[in-house]
Structure formats: structure tokens, C-alpha cells
């Protein structure tokens, strides 16, 4: 699903965001990411979703190498992940269906398939109730369900979130991670990063990895408990 060999990233103006690492993620884990805040957790995300390249080294998804010359490729692989971004990017003066719809542009569903994929997503993050609502109605938590609604109606390989506890209390926090961990099957798999490392034993993921300048650990879950 996702492996590293040696490979390392380094900014253009030359920040070491990771260290040289090596990285092997199978299909159907739920992945913690965890670290402070510049550790380099969304520069692992981006090299998975292939907004960024190795600097050296080698980075694949899904069997597709993540570099320069591979951007339609590329293109084509982003159709089989569900990004969760940290500001959500939903669209104002529009309903919970119409923005999550709005996600499966581009995507081979058809009109009725994306209604039917979007409102079993809406019900599965506990929205079904508020599918006809405005965005603008709904609480920083209830936005948060969108997106999370958002990235599962695509039927993602690959479902991946950046920071999903961010601005929630530790009691919201815990219930987001454990949705999110919810969703890995064996089709599917999961990575959320967090800052939040103490969260961690609350959530019942396949592996965590420590972060610290790139990847400074790599264990499954029972090893760290
Ligand atoms: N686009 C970028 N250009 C240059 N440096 C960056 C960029 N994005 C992140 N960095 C640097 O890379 C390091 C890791 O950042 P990041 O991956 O955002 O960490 P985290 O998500 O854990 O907070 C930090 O030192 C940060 O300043
Ligand atoms: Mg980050």
C-alpha cells in the first residue's frame, strides 16, 4: 500500500522536514501519526498524496512511484484517496449533500450512485439529519463530519487525515479518532496524524509512528502499550 526505501525530503530553500526513513503500510492498517508540531507529519502526508517528492530515496502508493515525471499518474492515484484536509475546504451557502457530492466530481460515479454513496457517508459520520442543511448552520465538529463524509463517498483505497483533532476537546477528540480508525476494512486503509500524542492509547490503531524530524519510530499498536 505504501512503501518507503531510504528516502528523505528536503524543502527547496533546504529544510530536512524527514530524515532518511524506511516505511512499509499494508492494506487495511490504521496508522497513527503522531509528533509535535514540525515534526514532519504533513510532509509524510503530502509524499502520500503526491503534493510532494522525494528528495532521495523512494516513495510508493498504491504500486505508483511518487515523483517529478509521474504527475498524471499521479492525478490518477489521487482518485483513490480520501483526503480530510485541516480547514476542511467546504463550500459556503451550500448543503451538507450538495458538498459532499461536490467530492465525487471527477470520479467514475454516476448522477445517482454519488447520491446514494454521499447520503450512506452523511449517515455513517451521524449527519443524516442535517443533510439538507447549510454548511454555514453547522458547528466546527459538525464540519468536520462533512469532510469526513466527504472522503469516504469517494470510496477511497486510501483515506487520509491531517490534524483531525485540532481545535476539539479531548472527549470530542477521542470520538474523532475512533471514527476515523473505524473506517480502515480490508479494502481500506487509514492515516491520521495528531499532535496529540497523549490521545494515543485511547484509539485502536494497527501502528504508530513517533515523529521527530521524519519518522523516529515505528511500532504496532500492542508493542506500545
Ligand atoms: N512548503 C514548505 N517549505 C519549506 N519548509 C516547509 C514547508 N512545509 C513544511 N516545512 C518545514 O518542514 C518541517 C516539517 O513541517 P510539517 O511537515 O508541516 O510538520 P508537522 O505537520 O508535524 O507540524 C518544519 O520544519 C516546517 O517548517
Ligand atoms: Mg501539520
Known amino acids: 500500500m ?36 514540525g515534526s514532519g507529519k504533513t510532509s509524510l502526508l503530502k ?89 454555514d448552520r453547522l458547528s466546527w465538529g459538525e464540519c468536520q463530519r462533512v469532510a469526513i463524509a466527504r472522503a469516504i463517498s469517494r470510496k477511497p483505497k486510501l483515506i487520509v487525515a491531517d490534524e483531525p483533532t485540532g481545535n476539539l476537546d479531548e472527549e470530542n477528540a477521542i470520538n474523532v479518532l475512533k471514527l476515523l480508525t473505524s473506517l480502515s476494512d480490508s479494502e481500506t486503509t487509514v492515516l491520521i496524524t495528531t499532535h496529540a500524542t497523549h490521545l494515543v492509547k485511547h484509539v485502536n490503531a494497527t501502528k504508530v509512528l513517533t515523529m521527530n524530524n521524519g519518522i523516529e519510530r515505528c511500532v504496532a499498536m500492542h508493542e506500545e502499550l
Do not use: W
Open 47 to 135: 509524499l502520500v498524496m503526491g503534493m510532494a517528492y522525494p528528495t532521495e530515496g523512494k516513495f510508493a502508493v498504491l504500486g505508483q512511484n511518487i515523483s517529478k515525471d509521474q504527475s498524471k499518474a499521479i492525478r490518477k492515484l489521487r482518485t483513490q484517496i480520501g483526503p480530510i484536509f485541516q480547514d476542511f475546504r467546504l463550500l459556503s451557502g451550500r448543503s451538507v449533500l450538495d458538498n459532499v457530492v461536490l467530492g465525487m466530481r471527477f470520479l467514475s460515479f454516476s448522477q445517482s450512485e454519488m447520491k446514494v454513496s454521499a447520503t450512506e457517508a452523511i449517515e455513517r459520520v451521524g449527519l443524516g439529519h442535517k443533510i439538507h442543511h447549510d454548511i
Open 2 to 37: 505504501i512503501r518507503a526505501e531510504k528516502c528523505r525530503l528536503i524543502y527547496n530553500e533546504g529544510t530536512c522536514a524527514l530524515e532518511t526513513f524506511d516505511l512499509e503500510i499494508n492494506r487495511g492498517e490504521n496508522v497513527l501519526i503522531v509528533g509535535p508540531s
